[in-house]
């Protein structure tokens, strides 16, 4: 099946910094999305990008399937900012998300 | 509903008992998913429906483990005789069609003691 990376595996940022977290894919997607699992375990819709870019505030992502990658960049991180940032894919013939193994983002006040 | 919806939030129960977890999808979603979290881990794909056809069973991890869906409506897992290495957060997700945008909601955390 699929792989899926995502690096870094842990990210400490002072509040106010920008960050890029990025998500390698061995195969061609259908699907893929953003997700931040806040400390309460809940799954927050990011973007949904299999293919170019999207922004939402400070927030914004671009995929470039054609070189098998993603990256979510974070402006002006705030402390509710932290958490698992986790990508996930949908290729070929699946129908179900495989998951990355997530970035964990503290960021201090 | 607005969003999907997740029953119990959280379970706790003795190894060897039999428990249930529903879903309610969002309404008109035709696909819908369950996930397992383990403490500190990703998720693990279980089992994914879409509509009348047959259910992708591939991630259930052993025969102790069902799922039914009617339609496009409420989903139940059951997890029969419950091991330890059985709790875990238990994640339903929906989408609008076979491969779309899925929406989680927020789990069910089960114990088994």
């Known amino acids: 099946g699929i792989q899926v990376e995502q690096s870094p595996p842990d990210l400490i940022l002072q509040e106010g910094a920008n960050s890029t977290l990025r998500c390698n894919f061995s195969d061609s997607v259908n699907n893929l999305q953003w997700f931040h699992q806040n400390p309460w375990g809940q799954l927050i819709n990011l973007f949904y990008?299999?293919?170019g870019t999207k922004q939402n505030g400070r927030l914004s992502a671009t995929t470039v399937a054609t070189e098998r990658y993603s990256l979510l960049y974070i402006s002006s991180s705030q402390t509710t900012d932290s958490g698992v940032y986790f990508c996930a894919v949908i290729s070929g013939s699946a129908r179900q998300l495989t998951f990355g193994s997530g970035t964990q983002l503290t960021v201090l006040p | 509903g607005a969003g999907v919806s997740q029953s119990p939030s959280n379970k706790v129960t003795e190894k060897g008992k039999d428990v249930e977890l529903r879903c309610d999808p969002i309404?008109?979603?035709?696909?819908l998913y369950w996930y397992r979290q383990r403490l500190g881990q990703g998720l693990e794909f279980l089992i994914y429906?879409?509509?009348?056809?047959?259910?992708?069973k591939s991630g259930l991890p052993s025969d102790r483990f069902s799922a039914e869906r009617t339609g496009e409506s409420v989903s139940t897992l059951t997890i029969q005789r419950t091991q330890q290495e059985d709790s875990a957060v238990y994640l339903c997700?929906?989408?609008?069609?076979?491969?779309?945008?899925?929406?989680f909601g927020e789990g069910s955390r089960l114990t088994v003691l």
């Open positions: 997700a929906s989408s609008l069609r076979s491969a779309g945008e899925l929406f």
């Open positions: 990008i299999p293919s």
């Open positions: 429906f879409q509509g009348n056809s047959a259910p992708d």
């Open positions: 309404s008109g979603h035709t696909a």
